[in-house]
């Protein structure tokens, strides 16, 4: 149990082109999903939180109208790259933790989007 | 910004060694995670330790945690090749995100 996906899982775009990256709890309900952000051997930074239904909290020094995080459902949140450039070029990885009614601290990670801007 | 740090950044060993890893964390925590990541993937949670335990195990995993030293280490027994990867410690408060360290690279060698 406990699985989360991501869609696409490597996309190649133009600079200047949106991309939307899905992610999905697949057999549990997520009040509250996390974006990251991987630069090559380094650490996860954390991006944004998404609760369902309400707008999403940013990290200090990500730029919420590049970066839109839609968390329509208790299943899905979806992160669109707009305008992207060759720097937001990255692995983007989203986390869902579990709970509706319940309180849960581990996070399910997907599998991760690695995002290369041309 | 990244509060953990992670000793050390990398480590070899052959396979049926033990291998510890250690994290040290700057601020007050509810929990502190360990997750596996292999490369160009998603994390694997592997083990939850509460601030309130010390010690924790799971299969080849023990975790360990000092809260007055603000401080975790991660041992894995009888290493095997696939336990190559790298591995992120990542501090919690109840209900709130995650901060990760900077993750050990660990290398198993057959």
């Known amino acids: 149990g406990a699985v989360v996906s991501q869609h696409p899982s490597r996309v190649i775009c133009k600079s200047g082109t949106s991309v939307k990256i899905e992610c999905r709890s697949l057999?549990?309900?997520?009040?509250?999903m996390f974006w990251y952000r991987q630069f090559p051997k380094q650490s996860l930074m954390l991006m944004a939180t998404s609760n369902e239904g309400s707008k999403a909290t940013y990290e200090q020094g990500v730029e919420k109208d590049k970066f839109l995080i839609n968390h329509a459902s208790l299943t899905l949140s979806t992160l669109t790259v707009t305008s992207a450039h060759p720097e937001d070029s990255s692995f983007y990885i989203c986390?869902?933790?579990?709970?509706?009614?319940?309180?849960?601290?581990?996070?399910?990670f997907g599998p991760g989007t690695r995002l290369t801007v041309l | 910004s990244q509060q953990g740090e992670e000793d050390p950044q990398a480590l070899s060993i052959q396979e049926g060694e033990n291998a510890t890893m250690n994290c040290s964390y700057k601020t007050s925590i509810n929990n502190l995670q360990w997750y596996r990541q292999n490369s160009g993937r998603g994390l694997v949670h592997l083990i939850l330790?509460?601030?309130?335990?010390r010690e924790k195990h799971s299969g080849r995993l023990r975790v360990t945690l000092d809260t007055s030293k603000k401080s975790s280490s991660l041992l894995i027994t009888a290493s095997r090749a696939a336990d190559t990867a790298s591995y992120f410690c990542?501090?919690?408060?109840?209900?709130?995100?995650?901060?990760f360290g900077e993750g050990t690279q660990l290398t198993v060698n057959p």
């Open positions: 330790i509460r601030s309130n335990e």
């Open positions: 990542a501090g919690g408060a109840s209900g709130s995100r995650l901060t």
């Open positions: 057999d549990f309900q997520a009040t509250t």
């Open positions: 986390s869902a933790r579990e709970g509706v009614g319940i309180s849960t601290d581990t996070q399910y």
